[in-house]
């Protein structure tokens, strides 16, 4: 009696984290199409405001700013970490954090001054663990980033860039692609010096040459002054709209694993259940023929 026992409060246990489970894969699947939207319209963004600088290139013959300029060395470099506030999503943390090990021991044997900002609590306990200096962390990036957080965040790489106190940027997420595949990479935003070559591989060269030419008043150099700083600020929420909507595939992806896993447990206690409320029945069934055999 005591093992049915145990099986049944054993089974509605699982049953209970069943729907857990459950209504965390329907709420993370809810935020992913949402979030898959704003990655969606963000990448258009992005894509044309390469477009708009390539015709200013063309218009106005080679870019000048110094967002496009690299420095010398890259002594000073902070790498950005974009990690969750929340776990159950599977091996989407991990995947970024592997990368942010090999970075560290990569810069460690160059004798480079790394900086570390990390966005996410599980990316700061996992360097709190491995007693990584954290120069700046950020914990209010939930899975709705917006413009205005990422504004600040930008201008002050900007401003720190522009000034010769940043030699590069870094940015360690995962990246969307489709739906059923996202991919964990280390990418340079500062400098901007490979933005027309990554909007020739986006957009078809024919397609560009038959286009509109246009006339740029002022003059292309000065809406460079303007549109630059835009397109990294474009590229660097970007990332962050990946990120998010990245965790939530891996979150609904994690849960309805788990969804399944608990289904089958409670398929495989429920039968070992029935077995032993058989064996209890059939050993109460023999103790009363027994004991009326006694009897006569």
Sequence with gaps: ????????????????????????????????????????????????????????????GELDHPLLKAHETRENRILLVLTSNRGLCGGYNASVLRNVQREIVASR?????????VSGKRGLNFMKFKKYD???????FE???????????????????CAGKLDALDVAYVRFETASRQTAIVETLLPLGKVTDELAEQSDASERKSSVQYEFMPSPQEILEEVL?????????????????????????AMKGATENAGEMISDLSQNYNRARQSQITSELSEIIGGAAALE
């Design 1 to 60: 009696m005591a093992k049915a026992r145990a099986i049944l409060k054993r089974l509605k246990a699982v049953k209970n984290i069943r729907k857990i489970t459950r209504t965390m894969e329907l709420i993370a699947t809810a935020r992913f199409k949402r979030a898959m939207d704003r990655a969606t319209e963000a990448a258009a963004y992005t894509r044309k405001i390469s477009e708009l600088v390539a015709d200013l290139a063309e218009a106005g």
């Design 109 to 117: 044997e160059t004798d480079e001054q790394l900086q570390l900002e």
């Design 134 to 140: 954290v120069d700046r962390s950020y914990t209010h």
């Design 143 to 161: 899975d709705k980033p917006t413009f205005e957080e990422v504004d600040e965040l930008a201008q002050r790489y900007i401003d720190d860039y």
């Design 229 to 253: 700083p835009a397109a990294f600020k474009a590229k660097l929420l970007k990332c962050f709209l990946d990120s998010a909507v990245s965790e939530q595939i891996a979150r609904m992806v």
